[in-house]
């Protein structure tokens, strides 16, 4: 089978299709074929060796896929042949054939397209542990920065889901579209000077409960000057050092809350993917899908996925 190397730390020229063996399903695994791969940013921090998790070289990355079960081994009970299914957590998914532990594996409703499905573990999971972080109440106001992306647009559909109120940011006229699309009742162009003005008047000059904060270094200081009584930051994601005020979070009863979804026990993961499930099934929840690589353009889909303007989930297809 073809699959994605990585045998040395680094930049995204380090991503080498190669044939290997097809895995073998050990005793309680899924034999997934590969329909669509998702490209996350952690996996580029992974891939770069400056993420604090570290793989053995060599690797297969991506751990978010989608696809239909090749075969189950023994011990497999709650899945078939044939079923189409999602998977997340994977070690080796960027491959065009995957062995996954059947508590990994979720099914796919038949409106979710495979496309949608490799959209779903790591952004989904992630948005949906961060809110749970910051424990909303039902009508508080959530700003989700970044709300464009993979894991945005989850935040915002999860959240619209929950009975909140979402504002959301993006850089780009189709970004903005899509926020409003997906549910917000604001969005705002986070290149306009004045866009943080801009929130603090939508908000009736309340401030925001909820700051879901995709990129800290750049905005977390800005971020306190913006947040209600009570409120809480979210940090989800972060490239380099920040300076911040605290006054500004003292004078609110503020907090900034830090995670990662590596952090969640698999009963909490159980738990996660249960309510997608749900969200899924019902149509409440709906990936939205971007630009598509083949599998030979790992490269190209690594670069894509750290650029600013996205829209939608990037993928890589087998």
């Known amino acids: 089978m073809r699959a994605i190397i990585v045998r040395e730390f680094g930049g995204p020229d380090v991503l080498k299709v190669e044939d290997i063996a097809a895995p073998v399903p ?43 079960v090749e075969s189950v081994a023994a011990g497999v009970t709650a899945i078939a042949p044939g079923d189409r299914v999602y998977a997340f957590g994977v070690a080796g998914g960027g491959a065009e054939l995957a062995a996954v532990p059947q508590a990994q594996v979720q099914p796919l409703p038949p409106a979710v397209s495979f496309a949608q499905g490799a959209a779903i573990g790591v952004p989904y999971a992630t948005a949906w542990r961060a809110l749970a972080r910051a424990q909303p109440a039902e009508g508080e106001l959530v700003l989700v920065h970044g709300a464009s992306g993979g894991t945005g647009i989850a935040a915002v559909q999860i959240a619209r889901a929950r ?24 969005a705002f162009n986070h290149t306009d000077p004045d866009y943080r003005a801009q929130i603090l008047a939508a908000s009736g000059g309340r401030g925001i409960n909820i700051i879901v ?86 490269p190209q889909a690594h670069t894509a996925v750290m650029a600013s303007g996205a829209h939608g989930k990037i993928l890589l297809i087998p």
Do not use: C
């Open 163 to 186: 009975g909140l109120r979402v504002f959301g940011t993006a850089g780009t006229a189709e970004g903005l579209a899509l926020v409003r699309q997906q549910g917000a009742e604001e």
């Open 213 to 298: 904060e995709m990129l800290a270094n750049i905005n977390l200081d800005h971020d306190l000057e913006l947040l209600a009584l009570r409120g809480r930051v979210v940090v989800v994601g972060n490239r380099g050092r920040v300076e911040i005020d605290p006054r500004k979070m003292m004078s609110k009863d503020g907090a900034i809350l830090g995670f990662t979804l590596f952090n969640a026990t698999p009963s909490e993961l159980a738990e996660i993917h249960s309510g997608i499930g749900a969200g899924l099934a019902s149509g409440a929840l709906r990936p939205v899908t971007g630009k598509e690589f083949p599998l030979g353009q790992a």
């Open 26 to 68: 050990e005793p309680g695994q899924v034999l997934i074929r590969v329909k669509a791969i998702g490209v996350n940013p952690v996996d580029g921090y992974i891939r770069s060796g400056t993420y604090n998790r570290k793989p053995q070289l060599p690797y297969i990355p991506h751990t978010d896929i989608a696809g239909s």
